[in-house]
């Protein structure tokens, strides 16, 4: 009989964020990354090469196109694959955040005199209140070679409510980056001292990013910052 093969989940680190893992080897790494701390903060490092590397990968030999094929259509699917690289590494970058931050995405605030959180350490803050909610919202952002970190914390809001943050891009794109249950105590509020802090993250620059709006699932604005 054979002994079985132990494999190492911790040299897959650099292939999973290139994406040329398998996908059941993807699967099972990604289950390994949600209770290793080691890997997930190795898998943040690789945010500065991983651009580097991709266009690299690019100036290999490309495998030879059927000479019928529309150019439109290439560039289409070059612009595709360009894009799907960077969705994976997006999801992967959002994943160790929150792995390096803690066990979940959402954790309460208490308030003065609390140790520093991700909003009050980032690089920039954004802050409103909405006067017609009363909710308000601090925005903190750090930018990184992929884009951006968001942390967002907010008050005086009440539940039952489904919410989610999107982010308003200076194209007019949008992206939702996290997503929250309030419960009927609310956050921030007078049932319910402690705020609520939220990460996330986005491909767009601190520079391209407009303003920050927190919504409901059914659409109601709570608060919106300017970027």
Known sequence: ???????????????????????????????????????????????ALVPVLAELGQAGVPEPPDAGLPDRLLARVAQHRRAGRRRRWLTAVSAALLIVAGPTAAVLVAGEGAPPTAVSTAAVRHAATDPRTGVSAVVGVTGFPWGSRIDL?????????????????????????????????????????????????????????????????????????AG
């Open 1 to 47: 009989m054979t002994a079985a093969h132990h494999h190492d989940p911790h040299v897959d680190v650099g292939a999973y964020a290139l994406g040329v893992l398998d996908e059941a080897d993807a699967e099972r790494f990604e289950r390994h990354l949600a209770v290793c701390g080691r890997c997930a903060a190795r898998l943040e490092e690789f945010g």
């Open 153 to 225: 914390r907010l008050s005086g809001v009440y539940g039952p409510l489904t919410c989610r943050l999107v982010v308003v891009g200076r194209d007019g794109g949008r992206e939702t980056v996290a997503n929250w249950r309030v419960p009927p105590a609310g956050y921030g509020t007078d049932d319910q001292r402690r705020s609520l802090e939220v990460s996330g993250a986005t491909t767009m620059t601190p520079a391209g990013i407009a303003r920050f709006t927190v919504v409901t699932d059914q659409g109601r604005e709570l608060v919106s910052v």
